[in-house]
Nanobody
Framework: QVQLVESGGGLVQAGGSLRLSCAASGLTFSGHGMGWFRQAPGKEREFVAAISWNGGMTYYATSVKGRFTVSRDNAKLTVYLQMNSLKPEDTAVYYC????????????????????WGQGTQVTVSS
């Protein structure tokens, strides 16, 4: 059974930083692309960042490029999202996800490219 468990969310002032972690189990982690999505109240879940199975390719939403960094440690079965220069509009529940298929970057920027999701962690940025 695949499990993805996010941690590291919380309340931070605008301009601050947070690092989210997502610990995976029950899958061949090193074969899966990993992504981060977020969902604000009343809005659809949107793509934030993704990283290929070997870490060689990264992808970012325009709204977070230059502020967020996605990384992974395949030995620890963990993917990270370093979030700097946070803004109130970054407030959302953040979800990590594992790609539906192994050893491909296809679909990593879309919800449909993922077959497993975590429960989410709340990030609140105060102004």
């Amino acid at each position: 059974q695949v499990q993805l468990v996010e941690s590291g969310g919380g309340l931070v002032q605008a301009g601050g930083s947070l690092r989210l972690s997502c610990a995976a189990s029950g899958l061949t982690f090193s074969g899966h692309g990993m992504g981060w999505f977020r969902q604000a109240p009343g809005k659809e879940r949107e793509f934030v960042a993704a990283i290929s199975w070997n870490g060689g390719m990264t992808y970012y939403a325009t709204s977070v490029k230059g502020r967020f960094t996605v990384s992974r440690d395949n030995a620890k079965l963990t993917v990270y999202l370093q979030m700097n220069s946070l803004k109130p509009e970054d407030t959302a529940v953040y979800y990590c996800a594992a790609s539906q298929f192994e050893y491909t970057v296809a679909g990593l920027t879309t919800r449909g490219g993922y077959g497993h999701w975590g429960q989410g962690t709340q990030v609140t940025v105060s102004s």
